[in-house]
C-alpha cells in the first residue's frame, strides 16, 4: 500500500502550536530584554571532521542570524559561541566542562561525530542541560541512559536499511560488509548484518579496518574475489572517498556500491577527481525533500556561502529550529523546562518531522537513500521523496 506523504499525516495540536509560533519568530510580545540568549558549541573545525563541521557552523550562524532578525526567542538575541575543538574528544571535553561550569553559557548544541558526543554527554546532562545531538547518530549514545539527550538523525543501526530494501528488489543477492572501526562506523556496519537476513542476503565478505587507513585496494578486491553484488562501507568522508577510488584503481564495480556520509555530500565528485556517478549513501536532507522551508534554507545557504549545504549543514539548522520551538512551547529558557518540552514534542523542522521516544530517540524521521546519476544526486528513497529511479547494474 503506497505511504501516504509525510506532510499530509496528522500532527498533534502541541506540535501545531509549536510549529506556527516557530514561523511566526519573534517569541512573547512584551519580553525583550538586554542580556543576550547564550549557546555554545564545539565543533571539529580542523582535523578529520572539518568539512562537516564547517558546514554546521555556517548553518548554525544563518539560524542565529535569521532569528535575530524576527526578534529573538523570547524577545532575547541569540549569540553563538563556537569553538574548534580539532575533531578531538578530550578538546571537547574540556570545551564542553567550560560551558558548564564558567555560567556565561545558557544551553548548548552538540557536537559534531558520534565518538565526541559519547565523551561529552556525561558532562553536559549532569549539568541539567538538555542536548540536542546535531552532529551524532551511535546508539550507544541512548544506550547509556542519559537524561534529556535528543538525536535529530536517523540511528546509524538503522542508516541502512532504505538500501537493503532498494537492493533486495533489483535482485541483488550478496553483501561485503567493510566499516571503519569507530563507534559510528561500526554500528552501521552491525546494523546492516542485524537486517540483511531478513531481506533474504547473504554476506560474503565482512571486515573492519582502522580508522584513517587510506589504502582500502585488498579490501575491494577481496570482495571482488567473493562475487558481493553490493558492496557497502561505512565510515565517514575519507572512508568513502578511498573505497571508491580503490574500486576505480582495480577496475571493478559491484552491481551496487553505497557508502555512509560521502556520496551524500554535494562535493562528492570534485573530491574524488571523477563523477562517482552510480554511488549510493544514505541521507538525512535533501534540498528538495518535501520539508517546511527546506527550499527557502538551501535557497539561503547557498546565497550566503556560496556553495550547496550539505544534510550536516540542515540538521545544525534543524537543531535551531527544534530548540526554539522547544523554548516556545515551554513558554520559558528554564533547562528543566525545555528538556520536558523536546520530550513532548511533536513538530517539524528543514529535517523533516521531530519527535522523540522517552529515551531521547528520534523516532519519527524516514531516512533517505540518495544515488549519484550523470553528475547529479538523485534521491531514490523512499517513495514518497524520491526525484529518481535507482540504477543497479551488471558487475564491471
Known sequence: MRQKPLLSRPMPRRGVLALAALAAGGGFPGSRAAKPLRIGVSLGLTGIYAAPALMQKRAYELWRDEVNARGGILGRAVELEIRDDQSDAAQSRAIYTDYTSSGGIDHVFGPYSSEITLQIVPIVTGAGLPLLAAG??????????????????????????????????????????????????????????????FLKFRIVFDKEFPKGQSDLSHLMREARDQRADLVMVSGHLAEALNARRALQDLGWMPRAFYATVGPALPFWPEQLGFTGDTSFSTSIWEPNAPFPRSREFATAFRQRYGEDASYHAATAYAAGEVFHAAVLAAGTLDRAAVRTALYALDTYSVLGRFAVDRTGIQVKRLEMIVQWQEGRKKIVFPEDTRTALALIGPAL
Request: glycine share 10%.
Open 136 to 197: 551524532a547518530s551511535s546508539d550507544a549514545i541512548w544506550q547509556k541512559n542519559y537524561p534529556g539527550v535528543f538525536g535529530m538523525w536517523t540511528q546509524a543501526s538503522r542508516y541502512s536499511q532504505g538500501m537493503l530494501k532498494l537492493g533486495h528488489e533489483a535482485g541483488l543477492a550478496t553483501i561485503a560488509v567493510i566499516n571503519a572501526d569507530d563507534a559510528f562506523s561500526r554500528e552501521c556496519a552491525e546494523g546492516t548484518k542485524k537486517w540483511a537476513p
